[in-house]
């Protein structure tokens, strides 16, 4: 069985994953927290990455709960074990393939996955072992991102990947499902997960100046490599043309730009 993602990254990535995602993910682990994780709550969180939602779900859940990440990258894993945890429980951190978890049927009272879903190579497959590890009234959560359209600096920086730096559309788009709600609604469905609550979750979040963010950012992504391929000058234009077709959300000395995903719920 094929048990790789689509989303993986190399030693340096996740440094710069855990910096720079952080700040436009906030919203939206906090959102996927409150809807799955009550106190004193076993979670699991699936495809971890460096461990954003782990450790908020630890907050949640209290002294009286416990907490385990688990990803396929073990470069991840180790970026999410370096991270200082100011939590009340002490995670656990474990190398596993979602499609393939490591846990007992119905160990966890919550189990939850934080951008990861779109990225399984069998999405039915994985949501089915999610659950199958939930306890019965357990709650699985997801967040998906919405259609790119819905996110305008993701829509602008991926077309400057796309147009200027050879990316692959394919690679480069993956985040974001085709079909949007649609998609995200048969994977559960297929999964054999019928109830499912899909909500639109939007949050304006403020990120730093363009040309000194992107860079950065575009450090964490696996599909980046062609922008650093570009000479200096390439890479400025490149950066001053995303700076004005984002001109429009500009706000201090940053930008302040809408993104959207979806939060899927569904109870066992």
Not at 83 to 100: F, G, K, M, N, R
Not at 102 to 111: A, C, E, K, L, T
Not at 121 to 147: F, K, N
Request: hydrophobic fraction near 45%.
């Amino acid at each position: 069985m094929e048990e790789r993602s689509g989303f993986q990254v190399g030693v340096d990535a996740p440094f710069h994953y855990e910096e720079q995602v952080a700040i436009f993910m906030a919203p939206f682990v906090a959102a996927l927290v409150a809807a799955g994780v009550k106190m004193g709550d076993d979670v699991l969180d699936v495809a971890c990455g460096t461990g954003f939602a782990t450790r908020a779900a630890s907050n949640a859940t209290g002294p009286s709960g416990s907490v385990i990440g688990s990803d396929l990258n073990p470069s991840m894993l180790a970026m999410a074990r370096s991270v200082e945890e100011d939590t009340p429980t002490t995670i656990d951190w474990h190398e596993a393939s979602a499609l393939d978890l490591p846990f007992s049927d119905h160990r966890f009272g919550s189990v939850s996955c934080q951008q990861g879903i779109q990225f399984f190579p069998d999405v039915a497959a994985g949501l089915r072992e999610m659950a199958r590890v939930l306890q019965p009234g357990g709650v699985l959560s997801a967040s998906v991102w919405a259609p790119i359209e819905q996110s305008p600096f993701f829509a602008t920086e991926a077309e400057m990947l796309i147009d200027r730096c050879g990316s692959d559309p394919d690679v480069s788009l993956s985040a974001f499902p085709v079909g949007g709600e649609l998609v995200v609604r048969n994977w559960f469905e297929s999964a054999g997960l019928r109830s499912v609550t899909i909500e639109l979750v939007e949050a304006v979040v403020s990120l730093p100046p363009v040309s000194e963010y992107v860079p950065r950012h575009l450090k964490a992504l696996p599909w980046s490599a062609g922008y650093f391929e570009l000479s200096e000058h390439d890479q400025q234009i490149a950066l001053a043309d995303l700076t004005s077709r984002l001109s429009e959300f500009e706000s201090g000395d940053g930008i302040d730009v809408p993104f959207r995903s979806y939060l899927a719920t569904a109870t066992v």
